[in-house]
């Protein structure tokens, strides 16, 4: 089994930027970000994987968020720039020994609790 601990997140207005943090209770092969807004579907924000070692984006973000991560491998930071109203959501943290297919919510084992980000217009 292993623990996801998010970090960060809050109240900001648009145009700001914010970081979140997770830490995994050990290394595994991806650690990510998906986002929940009321009344949708979790999304895929961003994932990195040990493979290739390089960070896949959502569409909705890309250019304006990056993922990375610290030397050991458990712990996965989110920065967040020039951030929208319609980033609001909880995002959660999701680790992975495997999957198939990175963008779909169902191939991640592991989840953070979730944190609250808001943007305000």
């Known amino acids: 089994q292993v623990q996801l601990v998010q970090s960060g997140g809050g109240l900001v207005q648009a145009g700001d930027s914010l970081r979140l943090s997770c830490a995994a209770s050990?290394?595994?092969?991806?650690m990510g970000w998906f986002r929940q807004a009321p009344g949708k579907e979790r999304e895929f924000v961003s994932v990195?994987?040990?493979?290739?070692?390089?960070?896949y984006y959502g569409g909705a973000v890309k250019g304006r968020f990056t993922i990375s991560r610290d030397s050991a491998g458990d712990t996965v930071y989110l920065q967040m720039n020039s951030l929208k109203p319609e980033d609001t959501a909880v995002y959660y943290c999701a680790a992975a020994y495997y999957y198939r297919d990175y963008r779909s919510a169902g191939e991640y084992q592991f989840w953070g609790q979730g944190t609250q980000v808001t943007v305000s217009s």
């Open positions: 990195i994987n040990w493979g290739d070692n390089l960070p």
């Open positions: 050990r290394r595994t092969y991806a």
